[in-house]
């Protein structure tokens, strides 16, 4: 029979840990651990679970059921007797949280906002170069009995121009254009 050497858990000193990857990966592995007892505890109990982790020089970590948020709110707009072992330090871990939040979410606000208006604007300059444009594209859509001289001149161009392009489109595909007709040639 052979002897086997269990693993048991170890004590641990409770101090911190100098190695800064040693301390991360610590924190990572009992952030999730707390995380994972926090949510077994609301869903056998049925209770309202909150937690805000903040470590330094980090963005926070939380977890609720059902709802960080809700939770928190809840806490919060309750009127409560500051508890004797630690009055408003919760309060000021909670304050701390939503002013991060809203600082965040009042960037974002800002920066849609301003991105937004640059639409508008470019919509709005969009339009009126349309509006310009098709102003000016009018005049060959009328009678050609109402055009004045340039305007006839420049219709005249145009069509020349058009009638080139149509001869040399022609020309590239093996047709022939004499005397107002196309020949294969």
Do not use: C
């Not at 002897?3 to 911190?16: C, D």
């Not at 679970?49 to 059921?65: A, E, Q, R, T, W």
């Not at 161009?157 to 254009?177: A, I, Q, S």
Request: net charge positive.
């Amino acid at each position: 029979m052979s002897t086997r050497l269990i693993k048991g858990r170890k004590s641990v000193r409770l101090a911190k840990i100098e190695n800064q990857n040693n301390r991360q990966v610590t924190f990572s592995k009992r952030r999730n651990g707390v995380f994972k007892k926090a949510n077994e505890l609301a869903v056998m109990t049925g209770a309202e679970v909150g937690i805000i982790v903040f470590p330094p020089g980090s963005k926070p970590y939380s977890f609720g059921h059902p709802n960080v948020d809700e939770t928190i709110d809840k806490y919060v707009g309750e009127e409560r007797p500051p508890s004797p072992s630690s009055p408003g330090i919760d309060d000021k871990y909670v304050q701390m949280f939503r002013k991060a939040n809203s600082m965040t979410l009042n960037t974002q606000l800002n920066t849609l906002q301003d991105q937004l208006e640059f639409a508008i604007n470019l919509k709005s300059k969009l339009k009126e170069k349309n509006k310009n444009l098709e102003s000016q594209q009018e005049w060959f859509k009328g009678p050609i009995e109402k055009m004045n001289y340039t305007e006839a001149s420049m219709l005249k161009e145009g069509l020349e121009d058009l009638l080139l392009k149509v001869k040399n489109y022609g020309t590239e595909r093996g047709y022939g254009y004499e005397n107002g007709k196309w020949k294969a040639e």
